[in-house]
């Protein structure tokens, strides 16, 4: 399907771009399976429009998502432009990512079995795979106050700054990035983390945890890797690819 005119829009290229790229966020994450129904949510901030960011339409599956269906809200709950609905709990969580880190544009939250498994874990995340150490010198812990509401914004906030990736604490989990690619890739390796502690833990024998030292060099280089230019650009590529040969039409 073709693309709108934006001259009908009232938008532009840069937003129409990030558009497109959330709501091909939506679809990937649809396409790995990691949907609750029409929860959990994914927003993008809007280009050179400040303390507005773009968000699902409530009610929406995330394999109906497309960029002209995607809400823009500012930073105190109004919906900007076209009418909308979105999820409150969803505004506040991001809202307080957004406001806290003015270095980020997009916030991946997500609630699936493995990640609500691990948040329910004392220990968290247990470095017991490499998986694991690519995340974990990035990863922060949010606590569990009940659902999101605006209150929990500020302690999500506080809770983002110097870290990329949450744990919200019986819940799920957070990812932030300067880009969708950037946000993508560290949730995809924390969420398989996740994944291969729950499986490890089922084989019911004692776990191998990596020694510190073998840690904090492996901390190191991923943190350069990541630094330099590897931030998520080349797997991005490979998961559009795979939405564009299976029809899909977010790009509407």
Known sequence: MAEPDLSLTGMDDAEWRARCDLAALYRVIDLLGWTDLIYTHMSARVPGQPGQFLINRYGELFEEVTASSL???????????????????????????????????CVIHLHTKAAIAVAAQKDGLLPISQHSLMVLGVLGYHDYDGPGVLEEREAVGRDCVGRDLLILRNHGLLGLGTTPQAAFKRIYYLQRACEIQIDALAGGRALELIPDHVQRATFALWRERFATGAQGEVEWETMLRKLDRDGADYRR
């Open 71 to 105: 809400v823009k809200v500012d930073f105190d709950g109004n919906v900007v432009g076209a009418e909308g609905r979105f999820n409150p709990a969803g505004f506040n969580i991001h809202s307080g990512a957004y406001l806290a880190r003015g270095d980020i544009n």
